[in-house]
Nanobody
Framework: QVQLVESGGGLVQAGGSLRLSCAAS?????MGWFRQAPGKEREFVAT???????YYTDSVQGRFTISRDNAKNTVHLQMNSLKPDDTAVYYC????????????????????WGQGTQVTVSS
């Protein structure tokens, strides 16, 4: 069982930046970030495979950057130009598998989940 521990959430003004981190207790192939805003379903944000081009949902493309340090089993989400609509609980997710044919964007493709970290963007 792989444990995921997130850090880095907080309160920031619109236009500001935050960096989320997630440390995995073991090796995983695919890591990603999801978020859940109040009253909404959890949605995909970004994903990255072991050594591959990352993939983002359209609403964060160009503002968010996902990266990983494989030696440390960590993944980061650099969030710039934050908007109030980015307010949500952000969850780190990981999978022991990967596909070369497509990116994992569905919750059921990830086996391990972090506890979530709150990101609040004020207007």
């Amino acid at each position: 069982q792989v444990q995921l521990v997130e850090s880095g959430g907080g309160l920031v003004q619109a236009g500001g930046s935050l960096r989320l981190s997630c440390a995995a207790s073991g090796s995983v192939y695919t890591m990603g970030w999801f978020r859940q805003a109040p009253g909404k379903e959890r949605e995909f944000v970004a994903t990255i495979r072991l050594s591959d081009t990352p993939y983002y949902t359209d609403s964060v493309q160009g503002r968010f950057t996902i990266s990983r340090d494989n030696a440390k089993n960590t993944v980061h989400l650099q969030m710039n130009s934050l908007k109030p609509d980015d307010t949500a609980v952000y969850y780190c997710a990981a999978s022991p598998s990967y596909s070369t044919g497509y990116y994992y964007t569905s919750e059921n493709e990830y086996r391990y989940w972090g506890q979530g970290t709150q990101v609040t963007v004020s207007s």
